[in-house]
Nanobody, 122 residues
């Protein structure tokens, strides 16, 4: 069992930056690939970024590539999402997720956090 708690969301102006954190409980954190997903207002949940268990492989949605960076610290049981050059279209609830497979498919993830709101003003 893995419990995930996101933090770091908030209100930021366009062009600004935020860093989201996702703290995981349990000693098996390092066994899981981690993903970030988001759900914009009135839209379905979408993939943002994923990182494998070692932290050696990452993959991003085209919409965030070159602006966002996912990383993890297995010693701290934490995964991060550094978000730069934020746009109003990045406004969403951001969720972290843990799964056995390094993938962009949300249904492959077993555990989810409660989400953190990110709002980007124009």
């Amino acid at each position: 069992q893995v419990q995930l708690v996101e933090s770091g969301g908030g209100l930021v102006q366009a062009g600004g930056s935020l860093r989201l954190s996702c703290a995981a409980s349990g000693r098996t954190f390092r066994a899981y690939a981690m993903g970030w997903f988001r759900q914009p207002p009135g839209k379905e949940r979408e993939f943002v970024a994923t990182i494998n268990w070692r932290g050696t492989n990452t993959h991003y949605a085209d919409s965030v590539k070159d602006r966002f960076a996912i990383s993890r610290d297995n010693a701290k049981n934490t995964v991060y999402l550094q978000m730069n050059s934020l746009k109003p279209d990045d406004t969403a609830i951001y969720y972290c997720a843990a799964g056995r497979t390094y993938t962009i498919t949300p249904t492959a993830y077993d555990y989810w956090g409660q989400g953190t709101q990110v709002t980007v003003s124009s």
